[in-house]
């Protein structure tokens, strides 16, 4: 078992062929360690969404090697992929994605009835107790407010206990106290039960959460940031957006 949860050999994303392609990624390698939090940053259009796409499998390389939990990515067939992402990885995004019909406990529980498995009713309400709505399981998500929504979004990505958490944006679509509730629980998570996650996003204040701080620019990673407050990665970004391109 290597201490990497995923690593990331000189991967390359282009979209498009000829004059009409787009490099998203270059050469980008990278580690995310077990049991650490990473933020990943940059300019509208440096490859962050391509990023995570590529290292949670959602997305496959043009070129270079995925590595996720020792398991090489790139020569998976679809279906294997699939079982990949099911198994091991969850996603939160900015957007719910609740079902409105179903209460918080049968949202958790989707993923375990998609893949045939019959979810235990114990393990539902305790990753809803997890992140603080163990008196809500049987409330639906109009009856709840947004961060309480998202919530249940980061219990349902935890259901199946998966080794990497990706967060496109999660606290987006949240106030600014909302989102600090979130963040505070994913920090949590990693400090408490030794889970690995990655989170791209644009708020300096949502960064600052965690361990190290990546930044991309025109698709290639322009440096790190380690413990940095929201105000120094806020000047970094500054510059960076400053650059002429």
């Not at 509208?44 to 949670?56: I, N, V, Y």
């Not at 198994?87 to 209460?103: C, E, K, M, Y």
């Not at 930044?215 to 790190?224: H, Q, S």
Request: proline letters at 5%.
């Amino acid at each position: 078992m290597t201490d990497d949860a995923i690593r990331l050999r000189s991967v390359t994303r282009r979209y498009g062929t000829g004059g009409m392609s787009v490099t998203a990624l270059d050469e980008v390698s990278l580690d995310f360690p077990r049991g650490t939090f990473t933020a990943v940053m940059g300019p509208s259009g440096s490859g962050k969404s391509t990023l995570l796409q590529c290292a949670a499998g959602l997305d496959r390389p043009t070129s270079g090697s995925v590595t996720v939990g020792g398991t090489e990515l790139t020569g998976l067939s679809e279906r294997r992929l699939t079982l990949l992402r099911r198994d091991r990885i969850g996603f939160v995004f900015q957007a719910f994605n609740l079902l409105p019909s179903l209460t918080a406990e049968q949202n958790v529980a989707l993923p375990l009835r998609l893949a045939g498995r019959r979810p235990p009713k114990a393990r539902v309400r305790e990753v809803l107790r997890q992140v603080g709505l163990g008196e809500r399981a049987r409330h639906r998500p109009t009856e709840m407010s947004g961060g309480q929504q998202q919530r249940v979004a980061l219990a349902r990505a935890l259901i199946t206990r998966p080794e990497v958490l990706f967060g496109d944006e999660p606290t987006g679509a949240l106030d600014s106290r909302t989102g600090r509730e979130v963040l505070t629980l994913l920090r949590g998570m990693v400090d408490r039960e030794g889970r690995t996650i990655v989170m791209v996003t644009h708020d300096p204040v949502a960064a600052s959460y965690a361990d190290r701080v990546v930044l991309l620019v025109d698709g290639r990673v322009d440096g790190e940031l380690t413990g940095a407050s929201a105000e120094e990665i806020a000047g970094r970004m500054a510059r960076l957006e400053a650059v002429p391109c």
